[in-house]
């Protein structure tokens, strides 16, 4: 079964403290990995694609990453304003279907 | 370019009614999917619409249903509505595979 796992599900952080957040696939053929970031109240707002292994893409502090199982999210010095759900999600190219984890909440404090 | 753009933003309803939940998507985005967040369960797929056809359906009852017309536009219809209907819905619309989230509905059944 397809299937997206997220961790750790919530991260408390310092300001100006990196770190990583995981996101672990097992799907049957992946057309895509997407990254959004989520705050309360509102709708995913895009951040990364990643369509194969070794691939990175950076937005300012974020950086995403991507092996045959997982990707992860890097992010460097956060600041509070990047306090959100950070959600992972695979297009599986047998079904076409979008998976969502269930986020991980990240809390920068300053 | 205006994004996606769902109505009504909010709405209460009680058990055994039934509502309708529109969206339309980024201009020129032929593809319109549906999804059903909460706490508990996170983003779940609903189903997706392309050129007015169906292409995907999420495991949900037949009481959630779904078109999208030639312009586009999305509705999303639930009849009898159950307290557990409560929820987040949201509403993306892709061109190639990059989805692109509305600001969601947030309804409410007492």
């Known amino acids: 079964e397809d299937q997206v796992t997220q961790s750790p599900e919530a991260l408390r952080l310092q300001e100006g403290e990196s770190s990583s957040l995981n996101c672990s696939y097992t799907?049957?053929?992946?057309?895509?990995l997407f990254w959004y970031r989520q705050d309360p109240g509102k709708g995913p707002e895009f951040l990364f694609t990643l369509y194969s292994a070794g691939e990175e893409k950076e937005k300012e502090r974020l950086k995403a990453t991507l092996t045959k199982k997982e990707s992860f999210l890097h992010i460097t010095a956060p600041k509070p304003e990047d306090s959100a759900t950070y959600l992972c999600a695979v297009l599986t190219s047998g079904t076409y279907k979008y998976i969502f984890g269930t986020g991980t909440r990240l809390k920068v404090l300053a | 370019k205006a994004g996606v753009t769902q109505t009504p933003r909010y709405l209460i309803k009680t058990r055994g009614q039934q509502v309708t939940l529109s969206c339309s998507p980024i201009s020129g985005h032929r593809s319109v999917s549906w999804y059903q967040q909460t706490p508990g369960q996170g983003l779940q797929f609903l189903f997706e619409?392309?050129?007015?056809?169906?292409?995907n359906k999420g495991n949900f009852p037949g009481r959630f249903s779904g078109r999208q017309f030639s312009n586009s536009r999305s509705e999303m219809n639930v009849s009898t509505l159950e307290l557990g209907d409560s929820a987040l819905y949201l509403c993306?619309?892709?061109?190639?595979?990059?989805?692109?989230f509305g600001p969601g509905t947030r309804l409410t059944v007492l």
């Open positions: 619409y392309f050129s007015e056809t169906q292409r």
């Open positions: 993306a619309s892709s061109s190639d595979n990059e989805q692109f």
């Open positions: 799907v049957s053929g992946l057309r895509g």
